[in-house]
């Protein structure tokens, strides 16, 4: 069964501190791995589509990479606004309709 | 680009009644569109699965004469929650997969549900 699993669960950083998020995921054929923003009370945001390992892709203070059992969202010097919960999810090649199986998320709480 | 809306963005309604919650993919043509349900500081579970003119897929455990879904058109999708009950009172998101073949989902802004 395709799963992901996120660490940590929670994490506080001071503004300026980098870090990394993790994302372990099992799938038995990987057809590509999201990274989504969510911030309370609105939808997943979407951030990065990776597809293979050595991929990396980078956006602003993010930068996501891929390996093949895990990927990272790296922050670097975070700021206040970065503060949210991080979703990842995969896509497993078989399935036909897209369907993606989410991590239960890291919440990122960035204070000045 | 990649847009997604819904409406109603917050709803409350009593015990009893029915409620539809719209989604509408703004600037691209979505193939597939999904239904998700998440509870407070809990990730996405995914309700079903809807292509455009045939019938919903709907996860094990979700009931599909509760939660009616149709999704008419290539930029419209609809959640109708049926004899809705305080238990249904949840966020609902919608997500719509690109036609032009790309794999990303995007999402709409939620709906906040509360039934009385």
């Known amino acids: 069964e395709d799963q992901v699993t996120q660490s940590p669960e929670a994490l506080r950083l001071q503004e300026g501190e980098s870090s990394s998020l993790n994302c372990s995921y099992t799938?038995?054929?990987?057809?590509?791995l999201f990274w989504y923003r969510q911030d309370p009370g609105k939808g997943p945001e979407f951030l990065f589509t990776?597809?293979?390992a050595g991929e990396e892709k980078e956006k602003e203070r993010l930068k996501a990479t891929l390996t093949k059992k895990e990927s990272f969202l790296h922050i670097t010097a975070p700021k206040p606004e970065d503060s949210a919960t991080y979703l990842c999810?995969?896509?497993?090649?078989?399935?036909?309709?897209?369907?993606?199986?989410f991590g239960r998320g890291t919440q990122l709480t960035v204070w000045p | 680009g990649a847009v997604v809306s819904q409406h109603p963005s917050r709803v409350i309604c009593k015990s009893g009644t029915s409620v539809k919650i719209e989604c509408r993919s703004l600037?691209?043509?979505?193939?597939?569109m999904f239904w998700y349900r998440q509870f407070p500081k809990q990730s996405l579970m995914l309700m079903a699965t809807?292509?455009?003119?045939?019938?919903?897929?709907?996860e094990q455990g979700v009931e599909k004469d509760k939660f009616l879904i149709n999704h008419a058109s290539l930029t419209l999708s609809t959640l109708t929650v049926t004899s809705a009950h305080p238990e249904d009172s949840s966020f609902y998101i919608c997500?719509?997969?690109?036609?032009?073949?790309?794999?990303?989902?995007?999402f709409g802004p939620g709906t906040r549900l509360t039934v009385l």
């Open positions: 997500s719509a997969r690109d036609r032009a073949g790309a794999d990303t989902q995007y």
């Open positions: 799938v038995s054929g990987l057809r590509g």
């Open positions: 990776l597809y293979s």
């Open positions: 999810a995969v896509q497993n090649r078989g399935s036909t309709l897209g369907r993606l199986y």
């Open positions: 600037d691209f043509q979505a193939t597939t």
């Open positions: 809807s292509n455009e003119g045939s019938k919903a897929t709907y």
